[in-house]
């Protein structure tokens, strides 16, 4: 005989229906999110959580009632320097009582299918703990690093022809800024998404914030008193597209020389302040994120592979994804590169997690080959680590959504 227990206990992921949430559904919603996140009780937070009900999508129970959702929000993303669709994914969320019975992963996997049918190549999150989502094909790759240094470790006290900026920053930034994140990959790409960053960057009135363009680097900048007699400098957003850049924005804080001790910088780990310093002066940002990718073929297809290449011959491991599992040649197509599904043989053989990190610069084919992550010939890991310009991984915490 079962026991009622034992019924409830075995009802797999199979028995609840995913469907889109609606603005119905806000009061459910809202329940559900209290018990797994919170949310701050303020007059803004429906208003906010109603506009959240388009990109996210629900688990019901066979009695209508909601015990699962995640929200897959649409960005652009940089991978060599060309904009990229990206599936943003958050607010994973199963209540207690429906927990590991695979509600979660079906709902991932829900979000993969919707992404690959609009084209998507790429998807990051912002994991709890990076194993529950490194089994379902996302991967670590690094982000930045903040760094929290004395002045002096700038260099000494400059001058500056900077002037800050009025109005919109948005407005005044968002070209330079897409010419300096363009040079990394999987930068924010800040042309679409559901939120905008240059609102919550915006310097309000009287809290010491400032922005500057400084032609070939920008930053946004505020000084925050700790203590009655200390000052840091905190750097909201900065990046450069040239070593000219990165002087100008170094000059720039070396200004601050007198009025604050300390400054708070995020950089990109693969950068010259990061070089110096992270290994004495990181602190944590609980900003780990992962990439995974949604579909090898819009993933990889049209990213530089010279002419002069071999094509390769990529063994796909996803165990989640089936529609990636698989072999694909990925060969030079005139501009970029081709991706095809080709039987046979493979030059390398990786798993899915192994693609972000080969492809945007977090790691090297060596490294990934002693994680156990890809084998095969050396050339043929080359062309593959290749296909990312040459350009190491960046995502700004004012990026985070
Ligand atoms: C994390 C959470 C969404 C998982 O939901 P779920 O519906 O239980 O997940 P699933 O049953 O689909 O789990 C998928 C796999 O991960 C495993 N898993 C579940 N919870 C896990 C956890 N906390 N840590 C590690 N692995 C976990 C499951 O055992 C399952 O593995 P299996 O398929 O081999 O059995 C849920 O625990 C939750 O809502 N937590 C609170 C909110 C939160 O932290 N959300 C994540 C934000 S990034």
Redesign the pocket.
Known sequence: MTTPEAAAASTGAAGYAIRNLTADDLAAYRALRDH??GFPDDAETDAAFRQRMASTIGAFDGAGRLV?SAAGHRFETFVAGLPRRLLGIGA???EVS????????RLMLRLLERARDEGTGWSML????P??YE?LGWQALPAGVRLRLPIAALGPPSTTDAVALEGPLGAALAPLYRRCAALWNFTNARTTGPWDCWDDLQPAAGDRGAAFDLGDAYAVLQLRSEGHDSTTLVVHDALWCSAAGHAALLRLLRAYHGQAERVVVDVPRDSDLAWSWTDAHAVPTHGTRMVRVVDVAAALRGLPFPDSAAPVTLRVVDGTAPWNDGTWRVAADGEGCSVTPAPGPADVQADVRALPLLVGGGATPGALRHAGLAEGDDAALGALHALGGGRSPFHALSDRF
Do not use: E, N
Not at 98 to 105: K, L
Not at 126 to 129: I, K, L, S
């Open positions: 797994s996140f699962a994973v969320q199963t429906a927990r590991r019975r695979g509600v979660a992963r912002y994991p709890f703990d194993r529950f089994r």
